[in-house]
């Protein structure tokens, strides 16, 4: 079992900063892909960006087109912690993100369906 717990969202202007955390414990996620979702009211979920692990010490990251150079992946494995830091922020990045876990690699990072554990979520309000 692993538990997911994302936190940082909040209030923002457009064009500021928020950096969000998915704080995992049960296991270790080093070796873990993870991967960061949102969902707007109405909407479905779409992925935002992946973090997947490799052979050795190296991560891969993947960014969906629509946050590409704004939002950055990374992960602090002795916290066994995920970041999304997510700058110049539109309003169309309001939406409730979640934060998953791909224990069985299935390299589909774009599919929220082939992740195993998810968090609860935390909501990011932009305003104009």
């Known amino acids: 079992q692993v538990q997911l717990v994302e936190s940082g969202g909040g209030l923002v202007q457009a064009g500021g900063s928020l950096r969000l955390s998915c704080a995992a414990s049960?296991?270790?996620?080093?070796?873990?892909?993870m991967g960061w979702f949102r969902q707007a009211p109405g909407k479905e979920r779409d992925f935002v960006a992946a973090?997947?692990?490799?052979?050795?010490?190296?991560?891969?990251?993947y960014y969906a087109d629509s946050v590409k150079g704004r939002f950055t992946i990374s992960r602090d494995n002795a916290k066994n912690t995920v970041y999304l830091q997510m700058n110049s922020l539109k309003v169309e990045d309001t939406a409730v993100y979640y934060c998953a876990a791909d224990l069985e690699g299935s390299r589909r990072y774009e599919n929220p369906a082939v992740y195993d554990y998810w968090g609860q979520g935390t909501q990011v309000t932009v305003s104009s």
């Open positions: 049960g296991r270790t996620v080093s070796r873990y892909d």
């Open positions: 973090n997947r692990g490799t052979v050795g010490s190296t991560y891969l990251t």
